[in-house]
């Protein structure tokens, strides 16, 4: 008799891998995810500069309070960056780990959202940049005066950056979480008016926890991205996949 396997059934009903066997293969992909950042970061590194020139340039000109500062800041922003040109192979990598263990209509779903979760993510790190950053730095400096003016150190700059960019990347992949839950029958549009109002409240309890500042003016600018990135995702759903 032919023995045939279903591609459609889970990996545990085509043959369970022991614990060991799935602590090797997330550690193969784990090391091919270091490997590249490690390699992206060195040749980074050599670009660091021109990197900081870039981002520096909303705040204007940086000033290091310690002899070691530039050095670590230097590291601190090719691995920033390393780990940014590497995100393709990580989402590859996470990818192939968790492919075995989905179903056929789950792997096509995910298939298509790996790479538009990359673009969705540099997207959000663009708007932070281009959108909300310059407006941000205008802001905090209008609040100098002829006694009291700022003198940005490198690092802490730099930390202020990486801290309120990175969540406009997780903001940004809202509209694909959505898609692929409505996708797989969990949510819809009705569903998500229903929970427009609990979503606003969860926004403004996200941006204070991920907001680099305690302020409120901040917290906003985190928050109505998040809100309107949602309004956008019922709107997909409705006319997308008519769900």
């Known amino acids: 008799m032919e023995n045939k396997t279903d591609d459609n059934l889970p990996v545990q009903q085509k043959g369970d ?3 060991s066997g799935h602590l090797r293969e997330f550690r193969f992909r784990l090391l091919i995810c270091l490997a590249a950042v490690a390699v992206a ?12 020139h870039m981002i520096a340039k909303p705040a204007g000109t940086l000033y290091f ?11 601190e ?19 192939q780990f968790v492919r075995p263990a989905l179903q056929a209509p789950e792997r096509t779903a995910v298939f298509w959202i790996i ?16 959108a909300v950053l310059p407006a941000a730095v205008q802001f905090f400096m209008s609040f100098a005066t002829p006694s009291l003016q700022p003198m940005l150190s490198l690092s802490a700059y730099l930390s202020f950056f990486i801290a309120f960019a990175l969540p406009f990347g997780v903001i940004f992949e809202l509209p694909l979480v959505i898609l692929f839950l409505a996708k797989l029958g969990l949510v819809s549009s009705v569903f998500l008016k229903k929970k427009r109002r609990f979503l606003i409240v969860f ?12 302020d409120v003016f901040t917290q906003t600018m985190i928050a109505i991205p998040m809100i309107v990135l949602y309004e956008v995702s019922i709107q997909l759903v409705c006319h997308i996949l008519r769900k």
């Open 203 to 214: 926004a403004f309890i996200f941006a204070g926890v991920v907001s680099p500042t305690t």
């Open 77 to 95: 922003i090719s691995v920033f960056t390393g780990v940014l040109v590497t995100l393709p192979i990580i989402f590859y990598e996470l990818w």
């Open 41 to 52: 970061s060195c040749i980074a590194y050599a670009y660091t500069e021109d990197i900081i």
């Open 115 to 130: 790479p538009a979760a990359v673009l969705f993510f540099y997207a959000g790190l663009a708007f932070a940049y281009y």
């Open 17 to 19: 891998m022991p614990l």
């Open 65 to 75: 309070l310690n002899p070691a500062e530039v050095f670590f800041s230097y590291l």
